[in-house]
């Protein structure tokens, strides 16, 4: 398995990628979730940013052959929080 440091970035990369923002806005200020869908030209709500989590994910499952599930999330949540989520999932190790 890959170690913890490429998993962030592979995540963080396949979530700019999945919702139109620079890594340096979406991090950087550490946007929660509402803002993500505020600032994305790609979203206009809850459901897109779900699709842009099962993409980032089953990128993940393409790339590491991890599975991950995402636990119910409030819209304030940062997406640091979100990050360490995909992280934690990962290292429980669900195989595909």
Known sequence: MA????LKDFICQKFCENVGLKAEELFGADLTLAEVIARSDRMTNSVD???AFAKSSNALR??????VRLPALSLDTPISQVVDL???????????
């Not at 393409?62 to 599975?67: T, V």
């Not at 995909?86 to 595909?96: A, D, K, L, T």
């Open 62 to 67: 393409k790339q590491y052959a991890i599975r």
């Open 3 to 6: 170690d913890v440091g490429e």
């Open 49 to 51: 940013l779900m699709e």
């Open 86 to 96: 995909f992280v934690q999932e990962c290292q429980q190790g669900r195989p595909v």
